[in-house]
């Protein structure tokens, strides 16, 4: 039996659920709180009926940031970023000698931040900016760090209006914004035969992924799923299966304990400007993009993690 538990308590006061050091390099919440059927927003759906388990229906307690002058510090992951974007474009190394010389609020120590950390403020409850606009004012496509394994020098660039990720050419000019703070990354991973742990989120994962269906058949397989002795698996927000990518593994960005047969997959996260579509995440070139929801697309299921699963009517506090 399903457990289905709300601690409304903890989330509307922001109380810390988990210890700190597992908050530390936690995937928080991707923004979307509110639910979709095949093509457009509905009320969010109660367990065991079509369209549960999307993302909405499993939800986290806001991120909180704080803004100090040209600074916003995230308070969930313990980064410091650049508030807004620098207005000049720059190039790959260069946007790099940036952030290694910028000093804020005599701040020094800054970045060019990791896919991994510019996807936890994408919010995938916006569109154009896909990032909210009180705490960053500014929604240009900027540089990660992450270079690609490639003959032709390539790094990774988060666009702040779509939300997408792509790579292009390091001699490219594109925008900039710094980090600072302890490097976020998945891991480490712990091998429990027909499921694997990420300890960084207390996500447990399927080793092995599943046979290409449409969007809601993959969220009913995985909400019906019963395997490695648990009936609680869910199909992933893109907030979490992009925290696993490891853009370091080639021909696929997946840590090596996982079996994969395709390239990518569906997230339970739908495009928010386009509701027709859902996120999907492609492991071979660790990119996100959308597609159509009654495309049959590859998909794997995870459980646990810091979730609670919300009824539609509490979901609109946030």
């Given amino acids: 039996m399903k457990q289905c538990v709300v601690i409304l308590f903890a989330l509307v006061l922001g109380i810390t659920l988990c210890p700190s050091s597992v908050l530390a390099n936690m995937a928080s919440d991707s923004g979307q709180h509110t639910c979709y059927n095949a093509t457009q927003a509905i009320p969010c759906p109660a367990p065991n009926t079509p369209f549960f388990g999307q993302d909405a229906n499993v939800s986290y307690a806001p991120v909180p940031y704080e803004i ?3 600074i916003v510090r995230d308070t969930v992951t313990g980064l410091s970023w650049q508030r807004s974007s620098d207005s000049q474009r720059r190039s790959y190394e260069d946007a790099r000698a940036y952030c290694a010389q910028l000093t804020l609020e005599k701040e020094t120590g800054w970045r060019l931040p990791s896919l991994h950390e510019l996807f936890t403020i994408i919010d995938y409850g916006r569109i154009n900016p896909s990032l909210p606009p009180e705490f960053f ?20 660039v988060v666009s702040f209006e779509t939300g997408m990720t792509q790579q292009a050419r ?20 712990i091998d429990h035969g027909r499921s694997i742990e990420d300890q960084s989120t207390g996500l447990m994962w399927l080793e092995v992924d599943e046979a290409p269906a449409t969007w809601e058949q993959a969220l009913a397989f995985c909400d019906a799923l019963y395997d490695d002795g648990n009936d609680d698996w869910r199909l992933p927000n893109v907030r979490e299966l992009t925290w696993i990518l490891d853009t370091s593994q080639t021909p696929v960005a997946l840590p090596l304990l996982f079996t994969s047969t395709g390239n990518q997959y569906w997230t339970s996260t739908t495009e928010t400007g386009s509701p027709q579509k859902a996120w999907l995440v492609q492991c071979e070139t660790a990119t996100t993009s959308t597609i159509d929801k009654s ?6 299921c995870v ?3 810091k979730t609670f699963f919300l009824p539609d009517e509490l979901l609109s506090a946030f």
């Fill in 68 to 70: 100090h002058g040209p």
């Fill in 137 to 156: 004012p500014t929604s240009m496509s900027v540089w990660a760090a992450d270079s690609v394994l490639d003959e032709t020098p390539q790094a990774y």
């Fill in 170 to 189: 390091t001699l490219f000019f594109m925008n900039t914004r710094c980090v600072k703070g302890t490097p976020l990354s998945g891991g480490p991973y």
């Fill in 295 to 300: 495309q049959k697309i590859p998909f794997r």
């Fill in 303 to 305: 459980r646990g993690g």
